[in-house]
């Protein structure tokens, strides 16, 4: 079957930041050598550079947003190629194997965990059976702590996202055997997905959720094979809307780490 959600149909709302940590051989050119060619090339790859400051122990940390359709690797790939390229006449063969990529959101993992943990607080509805039935669909995984680090041979990654779908036309769904469906294709979805839910609220009209996702995924690839499946699972109907909302989250927030930027030398 055709998906019914593709990168050209569905709009993305989002805010993607990373931090990503370099460790470097020895020292490397001056920051004003190559600062401004790389934030203009890194840009061509659906990458933009922020910030980026030298930390003792020849660390290089890069504060930087992306596009949807990226995906952790490719962050990776982009900056660190880029800037070896950059430099290697001078300083061939710069950077060590490994490298840290974290996600970082506006407000602390916890924080947003609690945002969607409380969700039914946010959307009050008067009828007292309504709020029974929904308390049903918040649900906690404690045994999944997505605060731990993804290694890889080449590096380790901290990639976790808060999702947000929309109803089409904010359709209110309040028949506990389709709540159930959307539920039971979620849970079904992280598990043959590698995705690890810490977090999940289920509206009448929408639904949040907070995961961790493997690197390899992008948030858009992430967000399409959600909305797919809860299509497939309601007989291929467009329950959702043909967009979604995808926020990193990360153990710090934005404002820590340009912080620790600032800090450094």
């Known amino acids: 079957m055709e998906p019914l959600y593709t990168p050209t149909t569905v709009k993305a709302a989002y805010q993607l930041r990373w931090s990503l940590s370099l460790f470097a051989h020895s020292e490397l050119p001056s920051i004003e050598t190559w600062l401004d060619e790389i934030k203009q090339v890194v840009e061509r790859d659906g990458v933009r550079l922020l910030e980026a400051r030298f930390r003792p ?102 990639y976790n996202l808060h999702m947000v779908l929309v109803h089409a036309g904010r359709w209110n769904e309040l028949r506990e055997e389709k709540l159930a469906c959307s539920r039971d294709m979620l849970i079904r979805v992280a598990r043959n997905k590698g995705h690890r839910i810490s977090r999940l609220a289920i509206l009448s009209d929408h639904l949040h959720f907070v995961v961790g996702a493997p690197p390899a995924s992008s948030p858009q690839e992430v967000a399409l094979v959600y909305l797919n499946n809860l299509a497939y699972a309601h007989g291929m109907k467009e329950l959702y809307s043909q967009s979604y909302y995808a926020g990193t989250v990360g153990e710090y927030d934005a404002w820590a780490i340009r912080e620790e930027l600032d800090r450094s030398p």
């Open 57 to 158: 122990r020849n660390t290089w940390q890069f504060f930087l947003s992306t596009q949807p359709e990226i995906a952790p690797p490719e962050i990776v790939k982009s900056v660190k190629g880029r800037l070896q390229h950059s430099i290697q006449k001078t300083t061939p063969n710069a950077f060590r194997r490994n490298f840290l990529l974290t996600s970082v959101g506006e407000a602390k993992r916890q924080v947003v965990e609690d945002y969607v943990a409380s969700q039914l607080d946010h959307h009050k509805i008067l009828d007292e059976r309504t709020q029974v039935l929904l308390s049903k669909f918040q649900m906690e995984f404690p045994e999944v702590d997505i605060s731990q680090k993804q290694t890889t041979a080449h590096g380790a990654y901290l």
